[in-house]
Structures are given as structure tokens and as C-alpha cells.
Nanobody, 119 residues
Framework: QVQLVESGGGLVQPGGSLRLSCAAS????????MGWYRQAPGKQRELVAS???????NYADSVKGRFTISRDNAKNTVYLQMNSLKPEDTGVYYC?????????????WGQGTQVTVSS
């Protein structure tokens, strides 16, 4: 009954910005480590950014200095601010997290949101 839902994707020109959101709902005790992944057609899903429950972030080299991951634990929401977007950033972006519920700790994935960077 835990669900992660991404939003905020769309079409943007190179150099533009988007802010993705991932809202968790359901019987959640806490969200632990969270991450944003992306996948382009014909490619494997890759980690873009991750963040611990305490807010320590890590980034793929390709997005360092351009993307910022953050979270609001009170709202059970994780964000990905994407600036200076490049065509190679195009892909489906997925939210993933380690979720502690009443009975278990498990990995959960959202359905993804499309990000297209094109002129």
C-alpha cells in the first residue's frame, strides 16, 4: 500500500530547468535513503542522485553542479532540482526509496516521469 508518485517532468529547452517531486503515500513509518534514477531508451537505468534521511547527498558526475536533490521528511517528499539541462539528460526519471512500514523495510519505485530536453 506504499506508493511513490513522481511529477514535474516535461519538455524543456537546453539550458532550462525543471523541478521533479516524488511524494510517498501509504502506511509509512519513515523514508530512509532515497534516490533519483533515469533511463533512456536502449540504456540501463542509472543513479542520478541519492540522499540519506539526514540530508547527505551524492550525485553522478554527469550532473554535479547542475542538479540538487533535497527532501522534506515532514511531507514525505523528495525533490530533484535540475538546472542547465542538456539533451543528454533526456529520459524517464524514477524515484526510489527505502521505506520503513509497520511490518517491513523495503525498496519502492515510482512509475517515472518523462524529461525531454530539446530545442
Amino acid at each position: 500500500q506504499v506508493q511513490l508518485v513522481e511529477s514535474g517532468g516535461g519538455l524543456v529547452q537546453p539550458g532550462g530547468s525543471l523541478r521533479l517531486s516524488c511524494a510517498a503515500s501509504g502506511s509509512i513509518f519513515s523514508l530512509n535513503a532515497m534516490g533519483w534514477y533515469r533511463q533512456a531508451p536502449g540504456k540501463q537505468r542509472e543513479l542520478v542522485a541519492s540522499i540519506t534521511r539526514g540530508g547527505s547527498a551524492n550525485y553522478a558526475d554527469s550532473v554535479k553542479g547542475r542538479f540538487t536533490i533535497s527532501r522534506d521528511n515532514a511531507k514525505n517528499t523528495v525533490y530533484l532540482q535540475m538546472n542547465s539541462l542538456k539533451p543528454e539528460d533526456t529520459g524517464v526519471y524514477y524515484c526510489s526509496g527505502v521505506v520503513l512500514t509497520t511490518g517491513a523495510i523495503s525498496d519502492y519505485w515510482g512509475q517515472g516521469t518523462q524529461v525531454t530536453v530539446s530545442s
